[in-house]
């Protein structure tokens, strides 16, 4: 069973946008902290933006003022969109919710930037 469905993604110029989306159940999303993360080819899963069940949010500094994590409360849904892409934000993106009892992960969707 799918818990974290993801949406978006594809191919962009840079400095073109992209918007992620991610849904799942209501139990998972009002319990658990959501985030998205990044892995690039060769390089190690990270951590580039979250948002707290209070919409408390947190970015990695390589994309401060350029992303923004937002949600969705009638949606049951996260979103995060990516203004001013670079080539380096090509990568896998992938959501996660942190729970008390486990962190689920999602399937991934592809960002390409291409230059």
């Known amino acids: 069973q799918v818990q974290l469905a993801e949406s978006g993604g594809g191919s962009v110029q840079a400095g073109g946008s992209l918007e992620l989306s991610c849904t799942t159940s209501?139990?998972?999303?009002?319990?658990?902290?959501m985030g998205w993360s990044r892995q690039a080819p060769g390089k190690e899963r990270e951590l580039v933006a979250a948002?707290?069940?209070?919409?408390?949010?947190t970015y990695v500094d390589t994309v401060q003022g350029r992303f923004t994590v937002s949600k969705d409360n009638t949606k049951n849904t996260v979103y995060l969109r990516m203004n001013s892409l670079k080539t380096e934000d090509t990568a896998v993106y992938y959501c996660?919710?942190?729970?008390?009892?486990?962190?689920?992960w999602g399937q991934g969707t592809q960002v390409t930037v291409s230059s």
């Open positions: 996660s919710a942190t729970c008390s009892w486990y962190k689920y």
């Open positions: 209501r139990t998972i999303y009002s319990s658990c902290r």
């Open positions: 948002i707290s069940r209070d919409g408390t949010t």
